[in-house]
């Protein structure tokens, strides 16, 4: 299995994950918060985090979460973690850490 490295800024905590691995899952195994009241099942888009570096190595964003991010306000450019999954080194952050 491929492992691609995703850096969490600002606490600057890295780790190595399989190639798919949602960010949402990324972060849970660094042992970083993550804002969600669905637990991850992409449904209530708070688990939104921004690429800081690395976005051509993420899942391209679909409808669905670019619909979801415009229903709960959140900014387009930003990805929701739970549907956004690791192709490659990235780093990334959110408001709430």
């Known amino acids: 299995m491929i492992a691609h490295k995703v850096i969490f800024l600002p606490s600057g905590k890295t780790i190595d994950v399989d190639d798919g691995t949602r960010l949402y899952d990324a972060a849970k195994s660094a042992g970083l918060p993550v804002a969600s009241?669905?637990?991850?099942?992409?449904?209530?888009?708070?688990?939104?985090?921004?690429i800081v570096s690395g976005g051509e190595n993420v899942s391209v964003q679909d409808e669905?979460?670019?619909?979801?991010?415009?229903?709960?306000?959140?900014?387009?450019?930003?990805?929701?973690?739970?549907?956004?999954?690791?192709?490659g080194a990235c780093t990334v952050t959110t408001t709430y850490w």
């Open 37 to 50: 009241s669905c637990r991850g099942e992409f449904t209530c888009g708070k688990c939104v985090m921004q």
């Open 64 to 87: 669905e979460e670019r619909t979801l991010l415009v229903r709960e306000r959140n900014d387009p450019t930003h990805r929701i973690s739970c549907h956004t999954l690791v192709r």
